[in-house]
DNA sequence: TTAACGCGGTTCATTTATTGAACCAACTTT
DNA sequence: AAAGTTGGTTCAATAAATGAACCGCGTTAA
């Protein structure tokens, strides 16, 4: 019962390191009939969801989904979706947050959600570019991010905010590595002295960071006991945003985050 | 025959004017029977590609839309086959060109492809931004983009690059209107004094444009009876680099360019 | 050289899920 | 209060989905 819902479920079959399918390793997959998948097939094939491969015959996910995602997102934009669910965030721990993006190779602010909870908080400018070795967002970025970035570093002159930035390479390189241990970095006054940032990564659909989300406060609010609850939010919502945007969570990311 | 065909042709119903979707009404539009329509509406939303606002009860697409574009766009980037598109053009008419998005409120270069056939070119900058008074794709953008642009255009100040700029928007106003006539811009020394360009509109799902194409070339080769063919080669190529990036076209745009 | 195996795709009798008219219950409009 | 909406359900009739066997072709192994 519910041949489109069979039909449809081959498209969980491609996957971003499985970009493409022949029809026996597909029907093999799904544990069906060639008959009965190749028909399916041909069905998305006409709606424009699936497009065959004329040369090799391999099977992949067609432009339709391109056009549909569009609508979606006219209907339904991810960022409301994602405003949303830092509100909830911000409600939880009572410290304002922001969302930023990767483009090109320049760590752009997408939202910002200032906290209800504080007379004191930090303000941002939601036009902001985040430097990449002076805030958490962007060294979760480096490390998390496109390959690129890193040996990018070594090249470009690092801008110093406060003496707290970290500007040489090699400590940078050196941070990265106890962010890949956690999941979650940090930054302390590296920017703006007094300010306090704890950062994760959302990941696209190649499980490599398109963007960061992270939370801002006043380094006073930043205590010991508190980190704890601020870490589990981040954890949470850095994987339903990963899932807003339609990224996927590498298998090596922490399944928490931990002090 | 065809049921999962039958189920996906549902989807096609729904448009960025139309959004969302009453059963009822759906199964009118698709002239079947409501019982069909809910048991595939229900399948898609078992997928994830449709989903159902639990107070309206109206249908709407889904996430899973954004996942599979993801896919897709991993696989197949968009970018590569206007890549591809856009050799075919310079081929055509054999000038350089390159193709613009609006991010933020800035026109930013994502693509250039020079020409092959001609020694004397004109050399873009892939990471060039172009200013929106200055350039044949700014005027385009400013024509066809979000109506917030044109007011933003009032209050900040225009930058002149070379005497021929349009820097009072009283004038660029009056351009606009010519290109809204005709479809296509251009640009005559305003950006780089001796070079000439021709654009034209990308469109989104919203029919707003969200891009442009343009080509670039040195002013001696911009002549009268070379005009109509890039007029036409422009024409084609936005059309459908407006489909790669799954847009529509709006009702109101010309069906060919005419100098 | 040949046999075995894989592939994409087809065929067709069997079966099973799809279909659609009629029908609810709950609202709105007239 | 009657008539017309709406979203959703039921079930007998039927049309479409299914899957085993098959085809032709190319690659691999004997």
């Known amino acids: 019962m519910g041949t489109a819902l069979n039909a449809l479920k081959l498209l ?30 041909r069905s998305m094939e006409d709606f424009g969801l699936i497009e065959q491969n004329p040369m090799t015959k391999f099977y992949a996910i067609g432009p339709a989904a391109i056009r549909l995602a569009a609508l979606r997102e006219a209907a339904n934009p991810r960022l409301d979706a994602a405003r949303l669910r ?8 009572g410290e304002s947050l922001h969302l930023s993006f ?4 320049i760590l752009q602010t997408a939202l910002v959600v200032e906290t209800t909870k504080h007379t004191v908080r930090v303000s941002l400018d939601p ?6 070795n002076a805030t958490a967002s962007g060294l979760s ?8 970035l890193k040996s990018q570093m070594n090249t470009d002159q690092l801008q110093g905010f406060t003496k707290e930035t970290l500007t040489d390479p090699d400590q940078i390189r050196a941070q990265i590595e106890t962010i890949r241990r956690r999941g979650w970095s940090n930054s302390n006054g590296s920017y703006e002295l007094g300010v306090h940032g704890f950062a994760a990564p959302i990941f696209g659909i190649d499980r490599v ?9 006043p380094e006073n609010r930043a205590t ?23 990224g996927q969570i590498p298998d090596s990311f922490p399944p928490a985050f931990h002090p």
Do not use: W
Not at 86 to 93: F, N, P, S
């Open 209 to 217: 960071a398109i963007g960061t989300v992270a939370f801002a406060m």
């Open 12 to 41: 969980d079959f491609f996957s971003a390191s499985r970009p493409e399918i022949g029809l026996s390793q597909l029907a093999r997959l799904a544990g069906a009939n060639k008959a009965t998948v190749l028909r399916h097939l």
């Open 127 to 132: 036009t902001e570019v985040m430097p990449i």
């Open 102 to 105: 990767l483009e090109k190779d």
């Open 224 to 246: 010991d006991n508190r980190k704890p609850a601020i870490l589990i939010a981040l954890h949470t919502l850095a994987k339903d945003l990963t899932a807003i945007f339609g």
């Open 141 to 148: 970025m480096l490390c998390y991010g496109p390959p690129a």
């Open 86 to 93: 830092m509100q909830t965030a911000m409600q939880e721990v």
